[in-house]
Every structure is written in structure tokens, then in C-alpha cells.
């Protein structure tokens, strides 16, 4: 089946330093990749994709680039503040047909000043 | 802007009743989802509608839980008996969808707390 695994939160980061949140995906086709942001209080936003293998998917500073040959979607970011501190979904889809999203479980982010 | 509205925000409830969650869609979306999220499990899909016709469930208790869509403005949540277990942010989203492209947007989700 499909299935998105993150690396375990919290991560917690000074104001101004680099971000990587791991993500790897197993697919059953050929995947388009998400990265949802979800604020305190507040539902799921989407915050970058990328479609094909090489894309670069980036938003707001974000990055992350879908790499076939290693099954990663790792979101980066050079600087972060400190109203990034939410919880990070990475996701996938199947591109053939309809299908639904696949969510990782989370990671929170904690940004101190 | 344009966004999806649940109702309540947070319903505090004791074991045996009934819950009934609901969602306005983003007018001209086509697409409902209802997830459920949790610390343990993350996100889980629950069910989804397109063009109001469900079209997976597979996610959901049948015992005891039941979505539907009255209308294309209008999508349900329903809980009966709800069990502490069920204590839960459920979430519903709406989306335009065709075969190439799917941007989901989230409500603001209903806090579940069953005693």
C-alpha cells in the first residue's frame, strides 16, 4: 500500500536556524508529493507540491525536492522564525485516477526567539 | 475569502450520546473529506464525497458512525452511541477535483471530547 513516514517531532529550533524535516513515501504507482502546514487551532494548509521526480516544490521559504531514487520529500528552510512553529504533513497521491491524500502522522516544529 | 466552516468548534459529550458534526463546503468545491486526528493514529481518512455520492467509507466504524451529504452545501458527521474512544479533532475538507490536480482546504476542525 501507500504509506508517508516523518521523523518524530518536536523539533525544536532557535529563531534563524536551518530546518529539515525527513520524509520518505512508499507508493503502489507513480506519487505527486505534498507538504501540509497545520497551525495551532486551525486545520491543514497546503504548503508546497511538487508533481514529478526532480520537481522542487517551494513556498514562504520552504523548499523540498521529490527525489525518486532515494523515496524522500525532505522540507527545508534556511531561517526559520518563530511563527513557523506548527505541525508539518507530508503527503502523497497517486496520479493515476482519483485518489486521496496520504498523510504522514506529523511533526511539530518549536521555534523559540 | 472563501473557506470551510464546522460546526461546533468543540462539543464536550458523555458516552451514549449522539454527536452530529457539521461542514460547509467551499461553494463549487466537489469533493467532501471527514478525517479524524488523533495523537496515536495522525490523520485518518474517514470517509469522502464527490458530486455528493460517497464514494469510501472503508474508514469509518459502520456500527456506529454515518456521514452524508443533504445537499451540496451541507455535510454530516454523525456519532451514535459515541464511546470516549471517539475523542478525537475531526476535520472536514473540500477540494475542486479532476484527474490531475487536488488542493485540499481544511475547516477549522470540531473538538470531540466524549466522557
Known amino acids: 500500500g501507500n504509506s508517508v513516514t516523518q521523523m518524530e517531532g518536536p523539533v525544536t529550533l532557535s529563531e534563524e536556524a536551518f530546518l529539515t524535516i525527513n520524509c520518505t513515501y512508499t507508493?503502489?504507482?507513480?506519487?505527486?508529493l505534498f507538504w501540509y502546514v497545520q497551525y495551532p487551532g486551525e486545520g491543514l494548509q497546503l504548503l508546497l507540491k511538487?508533481?514529478?521526480?526532480?520537481d522542487k516544490g517551494s513556498n514562504k521559504g520552504f523548499e523540498a525536492t521529490y527525489r525518486k531514487e532515494t523515496t524522500s520529500f525532505h522540507l527545508e528552510k534556511g531561517s526559520v522564525q518563530v511563527s513557523d512553529s506548527a505541525v508539518y504533513f507530508c503527503?502523497?497521491?497517486?496520479?493515476?485516477?482519483?485518489?486521496?491524500?496520504?498523510f504522514g502522522k506529523g511533526t511539530m516544529l518549536l521555534v523559540s526567539p | 475569502d472563501a473557506r470551510v466552516t464546522q460546526t461546533p468548534r468543540h462539543k464536550v459529550t458523555e458516552m451514549g450520546q449522539e454527536v452530529t458534526m457539521r461542514c460547509q463546503p467551499i461553494?463549487?468545491?466537489?469533493?467532501v473529506f471527514w478525517y479524524r486526528q488523533t495523537m496515536m493514529q495522525g490523520l485518518e481518512l474517514l470517509a469522502y464525497?464527490?458530486?455528493?455520492?460517497?464514494?469510501?467509507d472503508s474508514g469509518m466504524p459502520k456500527d456506529r458512525f454515518s456521514a452524508e451529504m443533504p445537499d451540496a452545501t451541507l455535510a454530516t458527521l454523525k456519532i451514535q452511541p459515541s464511546e470516549p474512544r471517539d475523542s478525537a479533532v475531526y476535520f472536514c475538507?473540500?477540494?475542486?477535483?479532476?484527474?490531475?490536480?487536488?488542493?485540499?482546504?481544511f475547516g477549522s476542525g470540531t473538538q470531540l471530547s466524549v466522557l
Open positions: 503527503a502523497l497521491r497517486l496520479n493515476s485516477g482519483y485518489s486521496t491524500l496520504t
Open positions: 507508493a503502489t504507482g507513480y506519487p505527486s
Open positions: 511538487a508533481t514529478k521526480a526532480d
Open positions: 461553494l463549487g468545491h466537489n469533493t
Open positions: 464525497f464527490r458530486n455528493r455520492a460517497p464514494l469510501d
Open positions: 475538507a473540500s477540494a475542486l477535483s479532476d484527474r490531475s490536480n487536488e488542493k485540499l482546504f
